[in-house]
Nanobody, 125 residues
């Protein structure tokens, strides 16, 4: 059983940056593909970014490519999401998730076995 705890959300202005962190415990962190998803009010949860077990390969939604960077520190059991040039449409609850099945379904929420509680990101114009 893996527990995930996100932090780093908050209220920022358009163009600002935020760094989200997700600390894992209770499992072998390096054996999981990790992902970040987000859910805005009235919308479905959507894939934001994913990273392979080793951290070598990363994946992004088109809407965040070039602005967001996912990384991981396996020695610290932590995955990060650096968000730059934030836009109002980035406003959502952001969730990290752990996928034991590898990168094949990295964009698919159903492939993830463990989820954090979420952290709110609000971008004000």
């Amino acid at each position: 059983q893996v527990q995930l705890v996100e932090s780093g959300g908050g209220l920022v202005q358009v163009g600002d940056s935020l760094r989200l962190s997700c600390a894992a415990s209770g499992g072998m962190f390096s054996s999981y593909t990790m992902g970040w998803f987000r859910q805005a009010p009235g919308k479905e949860r959507e894939f934001v970014a994913g990273i392979s077990r080793s951290g070598v390969t990363t994946y992004y939604a088109d809407s965040v490519k070039g602005r967001f960077t996912i990384s991981r520190a396996n020695a610290k059991n932590t995955v990060y999401l650096q968000m730059n040039s934030l836009k109002p449409e980035d406003t959502a609850v952001y969730y990290c998730a752990a996928n034991p099945l590898g990168v094949g379904g990295i964009r698919v929420a159903d492939q993830y076995a463990y989820w954090g509680q979420g952290t709110q990101v609000t971008v004000s114009s």
